[in-house]
Nanobody, 124 residues
Framework: QVQLVESGGGLVQPGGSLGLSCTASGFTLNYYTIAWFRQAPGKEREGVSCISSSDGVSYYDAAKGRFTIARDNAKNTVYLQMNRLKPEDTAVYYC??????????????????WGQGTQVTVSS
């Protein structure tokens, strides 16, 4: 059974950093494209970053220049390091994957398996 579990969310001050983890079970994560999305209250779920099955990385508008995605195959985990956080980064962050998607996509419709989400709050 494919399962994704996010962790690492919390409260951080503006300008601070936070690292999120997405740990997989039921499949070997390194063969899959893994994406991070986020959803703020009243807004659509949007793509943040993605690492493809061949380790190509993509950053979408929200993340460019501030976030870094990386994969640790030994731990079956994908990380999202978020720096210089802003109040508008406040959202529930989700990781997602699907079968047969070789390249990154920022479209939530492309993904079938989702974690439960982790809350990130940026506030002073």
């Amino acid at each position: 059974q494919v399962q994704l579990v996010e962790s690492g969310g919390g409260l951080v001050q503006p300008g601070g950093s936070l690292g999120l983890s997405c740990t997989a079970s039921g499949f070997t994560l390194n063969y899959y494209t893994i994406a991070w999305f986020r959803q703020a209250p009243g807004k659509e779920r949007e793509g943040v970053s993605c690492i493809s099955s061949s380790d190509g990385v993509s950053y979408y508008d929200a993340a460019k220049g501030r976030f870094t995605i990386a994969r640790d195959n030994a731990k079956n985990t994908v990380y999202l390091q978020m720096n210089r956080l802003k109040p508008e980064d406040t959202a529930v962050y989700y990781c997602a994957t699907t079968k047969g998607l070789a390249d990154c996509s920022g479209l939530k419709e492309k993904y079938d398996y989702w974690g439960q989400g982790t809350q990130v709050t940026v506030s002073s």
